[in-house]
């Protein structure tokens, strides 16, 4: 079994920071991505950040572009989400995802193509 775990969710103020961390443990799996989506009441699953594990390449939704930063730590298989200049709609639970299988510039932006998940972590931000 592969476990995600993730950390750093919260209350925040219109303008503040939060980071979120996102743990994978278990058994080793090939990892050819990790990322964070989002879903917020009433709305469909939100394609947020994702990074490829050996490259460190980048990718970002378009909402978030410019403020949001996703980042890893291969030794302690940890993903990072650095989120500043948050909004009132960023409020949303933010999910952790990985991948067994090779992401393409299209794949990446669906939910479905991530086989693990961690049980999410609530971020609200006040306006």
């Known amino acids: 079994q592969v476990q995600l775990v993730e950390s750093g969710g919260g209350l925040v103020q219109a303008g503040g920071s939060l980071r979120l961390s996102c743990a994978a443990s278990g058994r080793t799996f090939s990892n050819y991505g990790m990322g964070w989506f989002r879903q917020a009441p009433g709305k469909e699953r939100e394609f947020v950040a994702v990074i490829r594990w050996n490259s460190g390449n980048a990718y970002y939704g378009n909402s978030v572009k410019g403020r949001f930063t996703i980042s890893r730590d291969n030794a302690k298989n940890t993903v990072y989400l650095q989120m500043n200049s948050l909004k009132a709609e960023d409020t949303a639970v933010y999910y952790c995802?990985?991948?067994?299988?090779?992401?393409?510039?299209?794949?990446?932006?669906?939910?479905?193509?991530?086989?693990?998940w961690g049980q999410g972590t609530q971020v609200t931000v006040s306006s």
């Open positions: 995802a990985a991948s067994d299988t090779y992401l393409t510039l299209t794949t990446m932006l669906r939910a479905s193509e991530y086989k693990y």
